[in-house]
């Protein structure tokens, strides 16, 4: 089953609705499938949500939906409260209401009714009460009312009920999230979409056309996101997909289908996808056209020398070819035989313009590698620069974005839209992303992966989607960062702790807390006063998220510290052991410090103490072997110049691992995971804890320098 809410609807017609599925959902995770957000005004048909079954059977009156939520959820619910949350539902489309006149009885039956209740039915939360909530909080006019408190006993079931669903707030955050996308991005310096885009008004049409032959990286997804914005949010046109497979040296299946799953993965849905492939016989027809026009011509001129002379602006003595004797290259290029491999066919624009770009540039290549797609039907391929313009116009983009790489060949581009008489395409570039200290060119990335540098297209170390996420990065930061920087046409090498610390919003209020000690060096102390047998007590994994559940925590007379810890101690100075209590440390051996004696102090005002330690007890739980790995850059340079040799700045040591002990809940964690280790980080978990196996956990940069 899946709901479609419209982000620019009525909230107090929405918000129940979502909150209601997202309590379900918690109850019977399979019972809603998936929340899908449209910033539309509506979901279609005029409304503004719709419920559709896993028939595919479509519901969009909210007390309906609201209804088939509550009947989900009602094996919990006696018969006699069930009536009451189906009167309740009613109601809460009478606080929907926008009159205060309209409004007021019904607040004041409301106010009555939780008189000395904490929940609104019953003992817990509920369908009903969720929903009743939702509507006063999406209406502006209620939700104004209660934070002026003029009704004491809504007020207080109000603040009550958000603090014990913390859920609630991710799930307005989420409604929200289009909108504050938007803001985010025309808000920040920089970023303002009002570009001026010509001819909008006839439609717009925008396509991301990556080459299958790596994965997609972060400089990828600036111009994916912002076509797609675009297209979907800014002129709700049609983004077009196309891979540009005209490389049968690169090019992988494996890289087209990661390139799929990566921009599913940051909600890039093209409204179709197509591959440059699809129209190699039209565009073979078309350099026989322009071979006949006299727009192009083949050349057997060797590689250096070819480049030599475009350098130089020297003609190719191929130049002035005969029509007809270009057309037999092309066709031996086709079949690839001996004389066409030596050849290529380069369009007649110019020998020396002072732009190189228009420097009669190769329009068709050989290549006599089958292709992953039409196999060894063709020998020779069309370069993207012929194709690019050509089927941009054929399949009715209006409007190229790209990034500004590519300025020097945009009159290239419109040449040959000329040449052809095809209609013509809008071109508008928007600068690259740059970081400091990383590669974005796939040419080196990929190098980098044959040479063992790295594991792999996912390494932590990598700026690929799939590098950074396996780092840590969370699809929803990368969005919000991405789409801060906007269409500028500004050069800027950007920092990396800018983008972790947007990330650290994110994880913090869902990271459940865990205790980790480093093996190396550990003290083991004892605590005097403590209880002789040891025990468990349970605590929450987030102190501000209850919806994190709970986790155990083992108390005896041995524990363990982390020695940095333990050699800045004095003898009788005061200390925290966090999730416990106050101790006074009265005896520690000399450097390195190996054994400690704490006293309990659990009167002692932790307030007051300057020192708050983690720690682990040996006894009462099964302490969990893991590995911390960090890591750093892979170059040692801000920024590379052309003339660099990357080989110069290679970083010598990028992973740094330590072995540590975690507490006993440690074990239960599932790879991908994202977690905080008290005073020692952010990380998720790349491999979880087996027998005999340590967990291995990443470390999440925050943005904070070290």
């Known amino acids: 089953m899946a709901l479609t809410i419209s982000s620019k609807a009525d909230q107090a017609k929405t918000l129940p609705v979502l909150l209601a599925a997202t309590l379900v959902s918690q109850t019977i995770p399979e019972a809603i499938s998936a929340v899908h957000y449209v910033d539309n005004d509506d979901v279609g048909g005029g409304t503004a949500i719709k419920h559709e079954s896993s028939e595919g059977k479509v519901t969009s009156k909210e007390v309906k939906i609201l209804r088939l939520y509550l009947e989900l959820f009602s094996s919990n619910l006696s018969k006699e409260m069930f009536h009451e949350e189906i009167s309740w539902l009613t109601q809460s489309t009478n606080l929907a209401s926008g009159d205060f006149k309209t409004l007021e009885p019904h607040l004041l039956d409301l106010d009555k009714r939780l008189t000395l209740r ?50 609630i707030s991710s799930s307005l955050e989420a409604l929200n999230a289009r909108g504050k996308e938007k803001k985010a991005a025309q808000g920040k310096a920089g970023a303002s979409y009002d570009i001026a885009l010509p001819d909008t008004d006839k439609g717009v049409v925008t396509r991301f056309p990556p080459e299958p032959s790596g994965y997609l990286h972060i400089g990828h997804m600036k111009a994916a996101l912002l076509n797609d914005y675009f297209a979907h949010e800014k002129y709700k046109g049609t983004l077009l997909v196309r891979f540009d497979d005209t490389n049968p040296s690169k090019e992988k299946e494996e890289f087209q289908d990661a390139i799929i799953e990566d921009l599913a993965l940051i909600g890039v849905k093209p409204d179709k996808t197509s591959f440059t492939s699809d129209y190699f016989d039209e565009l073979y ?35 002035d070819r005969p029509v007809e004797e270009s057309l037999e290259v092309l066709s031996e290029m086709i079949k690839g035989s001996e004389e066409g491999l030596k050849a290529c066919v380069r369009a007649k624009i110019s020998a020396d313009n002072p732009n190189k770009a228009m420097r009669d540039p190769v329009i068709y290549r050989c290549n006599p590698l089958p292709h992953h797609r039409t196999g060894s039907k063709w020998k020779a391929y069309p370069t993207y620069d012929f194709c690019c313009p050509i089927v941009d116009s054929m399949e009715g983009v209006t409007h190229a974005l790209r990034t500004n790489e590519y300025r020097d060949r945009n009159p290239q581009y419109e040449w040959m839209l000329d040449a052809l008489k095809l209609r013509k395409v809008h071109i508008w570039d928007f600068s690259r992303m740059n970081f400091i200290r990383t590669l974005l060119s796939k040419r080196k990335l990929t190098k980098f992966v044959d040479q063992g540098v790295v594991w792999g297209w996912d390494d932590p170390r990598f700026p690929t989607v799939r590098g950074i996420r396996r780092r840590g990065m969370t699809i929803p930061a990368l969005r919000e960062f991405i789409l801060k920087q906007g269409p500028s046409r500004n050069i800027v090498n950007l920092d990396w702790t800018i983008f972790w610390a947007t990330n650290k919003k994110y994880i913090d209020p869902i990271s459940p807390r865990y205790t980790a000690v480093l093996k190396d060096g550990a003290v083991k102390t004892n605590v005097i006063g403590a209880k002789h047998t040891p025990y468990t007590e349970e605590k929450p994994c987030h102190g501000k998220n209850a919806q994190l559940g709970k986790k155990r925590v083992a108390y005896s007379k041995s524990i363990l510290i982390d020695q940095e810890d333990a050699a800045s101690f004095k003898v009788g100075e005061e200390i925290t052991l966090m999730n416990w209590g106050n101790a006074f440390v009265r005896s520690k051996s000399s450097s390195p410090v190996t054994t400690m004696d704490l006293e309990l102090h659990l009167d002692g005002d932790v307030k007051k103490t300057e020192k708050k330690v983690t720690w682990l007890s040996v006894d009462g739980q099964n302490l969990v072997s893991v590995e911390l790995v960090d890591f750093d850059f892979l170059i040692t340079k801000d920024k590379l110049e052309e003339d660099d040799n990357v080989e110069d700045f290679l970083n010598p040591k990028t992973e740094f691992r330590v072995e540590a002990f975690a507490d006993e809940n440690v074990a239960g964690l599932k790879a991908d995971a994202i977690i905080q ?30």
């Open 285 to 319: 027809d078309y350099c026989v056209r322009m071979i006949k026009e006299g727009n192009a011509y083949a050349d057997d001129t060797d590689q250096e020398t070819m480049r030599e002379q475009r350098f130089n602006g020297i003609p190719s003595i191929r130049r």
């Open 118 to 167: 904490t929940h609104l039915n019953g003992y817990s939360t509920t369908v009903a009460e969720v929903a009743i909530w939702g509507t006063l909080r999406g209406n502006r006019i209620t939700y104004a009312y209660i934070k002026k408190n003029h009704m004491i006993n809504v007020g207080r079931w109000f603040r009550h009920v958000e603090e014990i669903n913390p859920w």
């Open 677 to 706: 280790l008290e005073r020692k980080g952010y990380y998720r978990v790349d491999k979880a804890h087996a027998p005999g196996q340590p967990a291995v956990l990443f470390n999440i940069p925050t943005g904070k320098t070290k």
